[in-house]
């Protein structure tokens, strides 16, 4: 099964500072990794998935395979970036579902 | 719905009792998982029900805990006996099929069973 680690369970920095919230993952293949994250008092939810390149609320994540990484980035935060964020890819258990890394709690001090 | 809702929000029983969580997932999602998340913890996978069966129910953590989806839509998570250690916040996820590369997973708010 695919597995991820992030190393920081909390992350502080202050608004206006640059943010990485690090995924290392541990498995061969292509792999398809994902970043959920999950705001005060609301549900979890998609922020990104590595295959569409894409940038969320001013987040990106670029897949390393060299360092087995997909580590979460944003140059400037923002106080609205304080929440939970969750690394994953699928495979939880078996072939399908989503396993989660522990989570790293990002805090945006003003 | 507009999303997944599960009910109830806030569930407390006693230890040894039955307790019963329910989901109801996007209409029209095949895939429906179930996951439990203790506190400072990732949410821990349970099962993944594609359709009405079960695909994979290898991270139920005892016979304790079982989980159905009859009609291929509304499941209910099922726990007997419970135990303290079963305190944690059941959240249920759908998705279209099921997750891979362009699949995202939707949750609910979640359950919070408290066992005393």
């Known amino acids: 099964a695919q597995r991820v680690t992030q190393p920081e369970k909390l992350l502080s920095v202050f608004k206006g500072a640059p943010v990485e919230l690090k995924c290392n993952y541990s498995y061969s293949g292509s792999p398809e990794l994902f970043w959920y994250v999950q705001y005060s008092r609301q549900r979890l939810q998609l922020l990104l998935r590595?295959?569409s390149r894409e940038s969320i609320k001013g987040f990106t994540a670029d897949l390393n395979k060299g360092e087995t990484s997909f580590h979460l980035k944003k140059p400037f935060a923002q106080e609205e970036d304080s929440a939970m964020y969750y690394c994953?890819?699928?495979?939880?258990?078996?072939?399908?579902?989503?396993?989660f890394g522990k989570g790293t709690h990002l805090i945006i001090q003003p | 719905g507009a999303g997944v809702s599960q009910t109830p929000s806030n569930k407390v029983t006693e230890k040894g009792k039955y307790v019963e969580l329910r989901c109801d997932p996007i209409?029209?999602?095949?895939?429906l998982y179930w996951y439990r998340q203790s506190l400072g913890q990732g949410p821990e996978f349970l099962i993944y029900?594609?359709?009405?069966?079960?695909?994979?129910d290898s991270g139920l953590p005892n016979d304790r805990f079982f989980a159905v989806r009859p009609e291929g839509s509304v499941s209910t998570l099922k726990i007997q006996r419970t135990e303290r250690g079963d305190s944690a916040v059941y959240l249920c996820?759908?998705?279209?099929?099921?997750?891979?590369?362009?699949?995202?997973?939707?949750f609910g708010q979640g359950t919070r069973l408290t066992v005393v």
């Open positions: 029900f594609q359709g009405t069966g079960a695909a994979d």
């Open positions: 209409s029209g999602h095949t895939a």
């Open positions: 590595h295959i």
């Open positions: 994953a890819p699928p495979g939880g258990g078996g072939a399908d579902g989503l396993t």
């Open positions: 996820a759908s998705s279209v099929t099921g997750v891979g590369v362009n699949t995202e997973a939707f």
